[in-house]
C-alpha cells in the first residue's frame, strides 16, 4: 500500500498541540483529553483554550486535573475514517505519561486497519513527528519506509523542555526522574528530556540564558553538520519572550540545515504538568 492522502488518515490527540496548519489539515483527526477544574469538565483546546486555562492555573483556588479520552470516543472517530481510507495511524501522548494510547489500543484491537503509535513525546514534539508524517502521506510512501521512518523517528528525536517550575509536574505524578530536584531549585534551571518516553533531567544550570544554550547546544552536540536537514519544532506555554530568545539560539547554529516546521503553544492538558511559561525544543535529523 502507498500511504497518502487518498488510503490513510491520521489521528491525533489534543496533547499534540498542534500548530494552525497541521490542526486545520482535513487529514489530522484530534480526540480531545478533558480538564477538570473541580467537578467541571473542559474539553482540550475544543472548549478550553490556553489564554483562559492558564489564568484560571495561576489564579484560581483548584488545581486540574486531567482524564484521557474514552475507548470509544477513539473507536468512533476510527470507525468514520475507515470508511474513506484503507488506513489510520494514531499519534499519541508518551503512554509513560498518559494511559491515552492504551485508550486508542482497546479501540484499535475492535476495529481493523487502525495502527496506534506510542509517540513517547508531548506537545511540540508530537507535533513534529506528525509533521512529518504528514510530509511523507503528501509524497506518498510505501508503507514499509513509512513504518522505517516512524521507528526512526523513535529512536532518534530529541525533546528538551524548560519549565518555570517543577511544582506543577510533582503534584500531578508527572515528574518521572526529576523528582529528587524538588524543593532544591532556587536558581537552578533544571533543562528537562522525554527519554523513552519518561521525564529526565538533561542538565542543570544557573540562569534562563545558560538554560537556553544548553538545548541550544544539545541539538548540536545530537546532529552533525552536513548529516542532512535537522527538522524541528518549538513550543511555548504563553511565553513569547522566551521562545524569541530560543528560536535566536537555535537559528543561530549555521553548520546545520535547520528547517522549522512550526510552533505550538502547550495546551491546557500538558500546562496542567508543566505549569505557565515553559518552553520547548524538539528536533530529529534525516
Known sequence: MIVDRTTT???VDSTADLPDFLANDPSITT???TVYFGEEARLDWVDLKPEEFYERLVN???LPRTS???AGAFLEVY??????HERVYSVHLS???SGTVASAEVAASQIDGVRVVDSELATGGIALMVARLMDRIDRGTPEDEFEAYIAKFQKEKTFFFLPTTLEFLYKGGRIGKASHLVGTLLNIRPVLIIDEGVIDVYKKVR???QALEVMRDGLIERTKPGGGPVYYSLAHGLNETVLAQLAELVSGVK???????GTSVVGPVIGTYVGPAAVALSFIQE
Open 9 to 11: 488518515a491520521m489521528v
Open 31 to 33: 480526540v480531545p483529553l
Open 60 to 62: 484560581g483556588p483548584v
Open 68 to 70: 484521557q479520552p474514552s
Open 79 to 84: 470507525k468514520k475514517l475507515r470508511e474513506t
Open 95 to 97: 503512554g509513560k505519561l
Open 207 to 209: 540562569g534562563l540564558t
Open 255 to 261: 553548520d546545520r540545515d535547520l528547517r522549522l516546521t
